[in-house]
Structures are given as structure tokens and as C-alpha cells.
């Protein structure tokens, strides 16, 4: 019962993501840090949902859709890592780095999926497209205009489905996960903060800012400066 | 009257039909849909012909004349969709004065067609190059701190931004029509979006220091401090990567294999 829910919940979740990243407002619900914290809070696994986000939104940080152009698909990514993550953590009882992890190795590749099946849903547009036009020829001018909201749909199924299909292989995956020896969780946990780093430079040379490295490396010298400071005054 | 004192009666801009505000406030929310059918040939034209659909039924009462002007609107159209905005303010504003009969069709065609570019380019580098990856990097660097409420922050950040500018930009669109872009070049979107494009790298410099460390602290053992600046290794060269072009995937994948691989057998 708790399986079904969470899986019909994390597949909701992703269609609406999908529509609102492609078709209505953009106002960023669909970035990965918000896509992903919310995938997780319905799935009853926020950790796994934010710290999932966040990895995959420093990396998808540079990504814009400009012009033409279409970027790889980080909400797709996004609501499938977390969903798949939440359910590792509803099936092992555990939200883990090692677990994050995993599903970020696991799902991260959807971002390109996505994308191809972006271009793919765009032949159904350009049908609609053209009906709407044959459509305002013939005068009947309302249906014309309606096409226009026809064109959401199939993102919203899609997608939908694609974030229920990955919220599913967590779950079937968690038995899996338990059994893994002491030695490889920890080895996945440590791929976290690396894959963050990654991300983090990514993301860096992403920003689009001049000096980008020299902005990053100084706010990162200032963190570890800080940092070691905090602990001498504790552990003098 | 003496040809002085003809000079100096003030010339009235012709008034054009006013729109209800109903009307322009639903063109407005009509306008959140201008991606739905986005399609390679007509781009946003569908969307278009969508969100200003309200104001030609009022403007255009009779049916023969409103399929012209959706027609009209119906051509190829793409533009930043925030910045689109500010274009169908301006295409009100034009459609108001083409069904007093004070212009012809080709102004507002000639005004689509002018300003698309420039202002997708606009509202690129400023939404989506600036805006978006500052906030984005911001409020990742914040969620070691304020947890999920960093993801709240993220979106009442953007759009305390984002939604007042939106509006903004239609009113402005509304009210000046061709002179939107004088007021558009005031708001200095370029010299902004630089400054929050340097805190969006400063944000994802902070973001990885700061988990190495906390990692580092977590783990038991001599050797996870190591592990942790190896980790800020990876993030520096990685940077040195990505400049060369490396694939995104393939130094992911990499550094979590290496990582890995020593976290197990450390």
C-alpha cells in the first residue's frame, strides 16, 4: 500500500515537474534542488531528496535552454534519482550518502534521456501546430487556440511514468542494497562529496562568471579557513 | 489662426481602444502557457495566439476581422518567455490601435519581428545565465544550514525577482508599445547578471569545501581527512577538466569510481 502510494505520488510529481519546466510559468519548481526535496518529502525521505537536489543542480547549473537549443533534462533526473533513493531508503529503513549515491550512478543518465525524449515529443507539436492553423483557416478560431494546450499532456504522461518506473526499481533494488558488504557503502558514501565536488566545478564553470575559478577558490579557501578556526577555538 | 499660434496646440496622440483589465490580466496569466506547444517550426507562435486570444475577442467583435488578427499571430515567434512579456504588452498595445483603424497590420508584424532576438538574448543572459545558476548555487551552499528550507529560498529568491520583472515588463509593453525598448535598456539587466553570476561560482566553491569537511569530520579513521582534500583534489581538476571540454558524465562517473574505490579499501 505504502509502495503503491509513494510510487504514484513520485510519478504525479514528475509529470507536473515536467510541464512546469517545459510548459507553464518556469518559475524553477522544476530545478533540481526543489524537483528532488520534493520528490522526497512525498515519498517520506526528505534527506535523500535534498541532498540528491543538490548534486544534480550544481551539475545541471550551467545547463539553459537557449534558443533552439534544447539542454539536457534535469528535472527528469532529478525527480528519478530522488525517487529512486527515497525508495532504497523506505526499503532499507536508512537515508545513507551511500544510498544518494547509488541512485545518482543509477538514474543520473535520464538527464539525457530526457532530452531525447524532448525532441521526440516536439513532431507532436509541430502536428498541433498544424492543425491549429488549418484550424483558423477554417475559422474556427477557439479550437485553433486550444491546440496550444494539448501540447502538455504527453510531457506530463511521460515523464510521469519514467519517475514511477525509477521510484519502483528502488524498491525493488532495496533488498539488494542491504546485502551490500560494509566495505562497498562505505566506498559509495565517499562518492557523495566527490561527486559533489565534481558538481561543484561543474557548476563553477557553469556560473558564466569571469574569474569563475578564482570566485570559487577563494570561497572555498574561505570555508576551510573558517572551518579550521572553529575547531582550534573548540579544541584549542 | 496665425501659423504660431497653430504650432503651438498640443498634438494629441490618438487614444486607442481600451482593453478591460480583465482582459489584460488574462492575457497576462495566458501568457505562463507560452511554451506548451513549443514546436520547431512555429516555436512559441501557438502560445502566442493562445495568450492573446481574450483581448482579439474583445477587440475584434467582428469574427472575419479576428481571424485575420489571430492569424497574424499565428507566424513564427520565439523570445525569452519572461521577456515575452514586455512583446505582447507592445502587441496589445499595436492590436488596440489596429482596430481603431490609426495603423495598418505591419507595425505590430515589424515589432514581433525586431524584437524577439534582441530580447531572448536579454532575458538569456540575465534569467537563465545569471539569475537561475546564483540563485541555484546560493541555495545549494545554504542546505548544510537551512536543510529543505534552502529549496523554499531557492524559489521565493527567483521569483521575488522573477514575477515582479514579468509584470513589469508587460506594463511597461502596455503602456509604451515601440518605446518598451528604451525602458528595458534602463533596468541594466547585463551589468546585474555579471555580479550574480561571481556568486554563483563563490557559492559552489563554498558548497564543496564545506562537505569535504563535514565527510571528513564524520568518517573515523587517520585517513578521512586525507580523503576529504582528495575529494577537493578531484573538484579542482575537475574545473581544469571541464575547461578542456571533458564530458560532464564521464568525470562524474570517474571521481565517484575513485572515490569509491579508496573510501572501501582505505
Redesign the interface.
Known sequence: MVLSSHVALAGIWGGLMAVER????????S?P??AA??VG?LMDD?SSG??V??VL???Y??S?????ALPENDTLAATGCAAAAAAMTGGTGAST?AIW?LA??MF??LG?AGRFIDRAL?RY??R??AR??ES??H?E??R?????????WPHFVSFALITAGCALVGFLCAPWVELLPL??A????????????????????????????L??????????LG?AAATLRWHP | MSADAARSVPIEEPRAVSLSRGVKWRVFFRS??L?????????Q???L??AL?PALEELYPD?QR??IA??RH?TFF?TH??LAAAMLGGVLYHEQRIALGLEGPEPVTNFKAALMGPL?ALG?GFF???L??????L??GL?PVL??W??IL??GL??AV??PLRVRFYRLGLRLGDKVVDALAQQQLPRRG?RL??L????????????????GRN?TGSWAPA??A???V???L??WL??RRAT??A???L???????????L
Request: one cysteine or more; aromatic letters at 12%; charged letters at 10%.
Open positions: 517545459r510548459a507553464f510559468l518556469q518559475a524553477m519548481f530545478r534542488l526543489v526535496t520534493g518529502l526528505l535534498l541532498y537536489g543538490l543542480e550544481l551539475f547549473l550551467g539553459a535552454n537557449l534558443g533552439a550518502p549515491s545518482i550512478l543520473i543518465w539525457h516536439e507539436s509541430t498541433l501546430e491549429a492553423i483558423a483557416d475559422g478560431l477557439e485553433a487556440v486550444r491546440q496550444n494546450v494539448w501540447g502538455m566495505r562497498v562505505r566506498g559509495l558514501a565517499w562518492a557523495y562529496p566527490a561527486m559533489a565536488s565534481v558538481a561543484a566545478a561543474i557548476a563553477a564553470r557553469g556560473s558564466h562568471a569571469r574569474h569563475a575559478a570566485f570559487a577558490l577563494s570561497a572555498a579557501a574561505l570555508v576551510i572551518s | 505562463f502557457l511554451q506548451a506547444s513549443w514546436n520547431p517550426q512555429g516555436m507562435n501557438l502560445g495566439a493562445y486570444f469574427p479576428r481571424a489571430l492569424r499565428l520565439n518567455p519572461y531572448a538569456d537563465w545565465l545569471s537561475k545558476p546564483a540563485t541555484g548555487a541555495c545549494a542546505v536543510h529543505a534552502a529549496a531557492f524559489i527567483y521569483n522573477h514575477l555579471a553570476r561571481a554563483g561560482a563563490s557559492s559552489a566553491g563554498a558548497l564543496a569545501a564545506w562537505l569535504a569537511i563535514v565527510f568518517e580523503l576529504a582528495g575529494c577537493l578531484v573538484g579542482a575537475s574545473y571541464v575547461a560532464y558524465y568525470l562524474l562517473y571521481a565517484a569510481l575513485l572515490a569509491a574505490a579508496t573510501g572501501a579499501f
